[in-house]
């Protein structure tokens, strides 16, 4: 199995909803990452788990909160988000969290903030 | 910080044509990844250079690290239909994470 599982696919929320994406792997990888892209540009990293502990937050916004319950799952709680979160947020695995590991990308959850 | 620029932004190509995207970084890398996002999708890793000069080929797919390992190419000949996406670089410097290019975006008319 050589796949990350993301759901919900599509999520429409209002700013005032609390949601969360959900993530899986089964590849007994060790590292897993939240990223967001926008429409046409890269995917920008958000937070990045290694051995289920937070080892990199690139300065997001306390309305995004991750979660890692065990090594396979990982979650992004959000809550009070605003329109121009509005994006694909990408969950991605890799075997140790080495900067040179290539990325396993899930299929994404396209979220639309109202 | 580390900067990855990728040119062309896009590239309209006729079938049977070659396509070329190019990457360069404001520092020195240890390696460079590339990876392709179908219109739709997500990213999917394709390869990744280590070696100062390396060379690598997939099928019509040649990827090129510079000497300096400052710079990179992906060269696809003749292109097809299913080469279609956003083709995006991503440099790694030392310890930190991934950075991506911006991408090329590349349509191919029948």
């Known amino acids: 199995d050589t796949e990350v599982t993301q759901t919900p696919k599509h999520l429409v929320m209002g700013m005032t909803n609390k949601k969360s994406l959900k993530c899986e792997q089964h590849?007994?990888?060790?590292?897993m990452y939240w990223y967001k892209q926008k429409a046409k540009k890269p995917p920008e990293l958000m937070f990045v788990?290694?051995?289920?502990?937070?080892?990199i937050n690139e300065s997001v916004p306390s309305r995004f909160s991750p979660e890692c319950p065990n090594s396979s799952l990982l979650n992004l709680h959000l809550h009070a988000l605003q329109p121009e979160d509005s994006a694909l947020y990408l969950c991605?695995?890799?075997?140790?969290?080495?900067?040179?590991?290539?990325?396993?990308f899930g299929s994404g959850t396209q979220l639309s903030v109202l | 910080g580390q900067q990855v620029m990728q040119i062309p932004q896009y590239q309209h190509v006729q079938e049977g044509e070659d396509f070329t995207t190019y990457c360069n970084s404001s520092?020195?890398?240890?390696?460079i990844q590339w990876y392709k996002q179908r219109p739709g999708g997500h990213p999917v890793f394709l390869i990744q250079?280590?070696?100062?000069?390396e060379v690598k080929k997939q099928k019509r797919l040649t990827f090129q690290f510079g000497e300096a390992k400052k710079n990179s190419s992906l060269h696809i000949t003749a292109t097809q239909t299913t080469d279609v996406g956003t083709y995006f670089c991503?440099?790694?410097?030392?310890?930190?994470?991934?950075?991506f290019g911006k991408g090329t975006r590349l349509s191919v008319i029948a």
């Open positions: 520092t020195t890398l240890s390696n």
């Open positions: 250079l280590v070696k100062s000069g």
């Open positions: 991503a440099g790694i410097s030392g310890n930190t994470p991934l950075v």
């Open positions: 590849m007994g990888h060790r590292a």
């Open positions: 991605a695995s890799s075997r140790y969290g080495a900067t040179n590991e290539k990325l396993f």
């Open positions: 788990y290694s051995y289920e502990k937070l080892s």
